[in-house]
């Protein structure tokens, strides 16, 4: 898989840079053969977007000239936590030093839409919430995202939290890193405040695990096969939320949910023997929808149980039943039981 991260960094034009992106998916699928290549598959597909995303950013530079204003390019959702799939679509936003002048803002908006478009050639799909730096409410200066930071921990309402969330894993992936180090050191402190934690553990705590009481699965509805069920929402993103809360509590900046778990203080409520159960039901979960994808060429996570092997289909019951309890803990946790 290594392979594709060295055509990518070699192409020389938009057109090049489009041609090999577009294999990036075949690449993969030749390449991932067992259980740890899932593991990695992820990584490389978000490392490749970074290139991918700085190789765009280098050709506009060359077309058009570069910004007189420092920016970054910051990533967010799979792509920050570098756990990319088949199905990812793009999540990005551009920071700035400080407030555009006409013509900088000009610039910004057309780097953006250049960016974001040739992404979209490229195989990662542009998101359907708008959440990129082609949305003018996504180019913002420091300034104005400290403030923004501070109106989430303010104001944690379910909204609210539905429309953030997805901002709390980011990544700076070209530009001035040093505005986004500056943009974490403010945030630092602030997303440690109890009642924004409360406020998250809350929100975590609304998304079911597929099963019953009586401990069955419970399959989606309205999809084409009866016993299938959406690993990414249903588990994959349960862990992500939960480990995030850790991490914030905890004051780490990594945006990956299995470094969030490996760099966890010694000190954390979340024991190691917790930490790596977690880690392992999120490996597992991230293997099955990996699979999936790859074997049936589709960019969906509804994964089928039939499709599972008997000793599949328990690990997968073991480990819902798992991802339950931990929700119950984070409650307590950070909210005091309220729910």
């Not at 478009?117 to 799909?125: R, V």
Request: aromatic share 10%; charged share 25%; hydrophobic share 45%.
């Amino acid at each position: 898989m290594l392979f594709v991260i060295r055509d990518l960094t070699k192409a020389n034009n938009k057109e090049a840079l489009v041609k090999i992106a577009l294999q990036v998916p075949q690449y993969i699928a030749k390449s991932a053969t067992k259980a740890g290549d899932y593991d990695i598959a992820g990584k490389i597909l978000a490392q490749a977007t970074d290139i991918i995303t700085r190789k765009l950013i280098s050709f506009f530079e060359q077309e058009i000239g570069y910004a007189t204003m420092p920016f970054t390019w910051l990533v967010f959702g799979s792509q920050a936590r570098e756990d990319q799939t088949m199905g990812s679509d793009q999540d990005n936003a551009l920071l700035l030093e400080g407030e555009p002048s006409e013509a900088q803002a000009l610039y910004f908006s057309r780097l953006a839409d250049y960016v974001c478009n040739a992404l979209g050639e490229c195989g990662i799909k542009l998101c359907d919430g708008n959440i990129m730096a082609s949305n003018p409410a996504l180019r913002v200066s420091l300034k104005a995202a400290k403030l923004e930071s501070k109106n989430w921990v303010d104001n944690p309402t379910n909204e609210a939290i539905l429309d953030f969330n997805i901002y709390l894993d980011a990544r700076a992936v070209a530009g001035d890193m040093d505005l986004f180090t500056e943009l974490q050191k403010y945030r630092q402190d602030l997303f440690k405040e109890s009642s924004f934690l409360a406020a998250l553990a809350r929100n975590a705590h609304e998304a079911s695990v597929p099963l019953s009481m009586f401990q069955k699965f419970i399959y989606a509805k309205d999809y084409e096969h009866k016993d299938a069920i959406d690993i990414k929402k249903s588990a994959v993103l349960i862990i992500n939320n939960v480990v995030r809360l850790y991490a914030l509590a905890s004051g780490l900046s990594l945006p990956g949910t299995v470094a969030r778990l490996h760099n966890l203080p010694h000190n954390s409520d979340l024991t190691l023997k917790d930490r790596n159960n977690l880690r392992d039901i999120w490996l597992f979960m991230n293997r099955l929808r990996w699979r999936h994808q790859l074997t049936n060429k589709v960019d969906n996570n509804f994964v089928r149980v039939s499709d599972l092997s008997s000793i599949e289909r328990h690990q997968l019951k073991a480990a819902l039943q798992a991802i339950y309890k931990t929700q119950q803990a984070v409650v307590f946790k950070f909210s005091g039981g309220a729910s």
